[in-house]
Every structure is written in structure tokens, then in C-alpha cells.
């Protein structure tokens, strides 16, 4: 599982004109699920997320978590964050997770984040979505729950 999380002033995600999920303070979070993914995935992303040390305290330090500061999260998914540019030039998806089991797995980070208490809003899976941010800092992590980054 690979999620590029954002720290965020705000987020946005739109759906035919409609918005459907929205964030002030906090991160924006796409979400991307492997093939192999599981449930032991799901606890090291969510974890990961929650945990993150990565805004500022009363000194300008990176230092506080997003319970701490009372932020929120913007969960959008997406495959392409398997994408495999390595051969030719257009990317292979083939260790994305297929449609079904990648909604099942977003949805349980999504729920699993909920349970932390942390207040989540979502994109629409498998649709076309006009996200817009306001990148605070900007401060952009990889996460990656097999560690190759």
C-alpha cells in the first residue's frame, strides 16, 4: 500500500460538479493499494498516518501529530500510484489491486482512521474527481507499507 500524504491547509475533491468530500487543516492522503495488500497493510498506513510528527509547534518545529493540532483527513484513491514507468512509455498497472479488493482495502483505512478517531472525508472510488489543495509549506511524505521508500 502507498499513500502520498500532504499537509494541508485545505482539500478538495469534486465529482460532475458536485463536492463530495472537503478538509480544512490536515491531509490529504492518496491512496494507492497493491495486489498484495492486506490487513497488516492496512494497520501500517493508518498507523503511519495517524503518527506523523509533521506540523509545526510553538517553536516552528515539526513536531506535532494530527490528533494534536485537531486535523482532519482527505482520503482519495488512487491506482496510479502503482504505476510501473520503468519499461517504455506508458505506465503498467499490473500490481495495482483490482478494483474490488482496492475498495475494500481504502475503505478499511478509511474506517480504521475513523475508529482512531480522526475525522475522514473521502473521494468517490473509480471516479473521474477534480481534487484541489492548498499544499501547507509544502510538506509532501511517502509512505510505503513493504518500505521500498
Do not use: W
Amino acid at each position: 500500500m502507498r499513500a502520498v500524504v500532504q499537509r494541508v491547509s485545505s482539500a478538495q475533491v469534486v465529482v460532475d460538479g458536485d463536492v463530495v468530500g472537503e478538509i480544512s487543516k490536515g491531509f490529504l492522503v492518496l491512496l494507492g493499494v497493491s495486489e498484495k495488500d492486506t490487513a497488516v497493510d492496512v494497520e501500517y498506513i493508518t498507523t503511519k498516518i495517524r503518527g506523523l510528527r509533521i506540523f509545526e509547534d510553538e517553536f516552528g518545529k515539526m513536531n506535532l501529530s494530527l490528533s494534536e493540532i485537531q486535523g482532519s483527513v482527505l482520503v482519495v484513491s488512487q491506482f496510479t500510484l502503482y504505476g510501473d514507468c520503468r519499461n517504455g512509455r506508458r505506465p503498467s498497472f499490473v500490481t495495482a489491486a483490482r478494483p474490488a479488493d482496492a475498495q475494500r482495502m481504502y475503505l478499511s483505512v478509511v474506517s480504521e482512521l475513523r475508529t482512531l478517531g480522526i475525522h475522514v472525508e473521502t473521494g468517490r472510488f473509480q471516479a473521474h474527481m477534480d481534487v484541489t489543495l492548498v499544499n501547507d509549506g509544502p510538506v509532501t511524505i511517502l509512505l510505503d507499507s513493504s518500505r521500498q521508500f
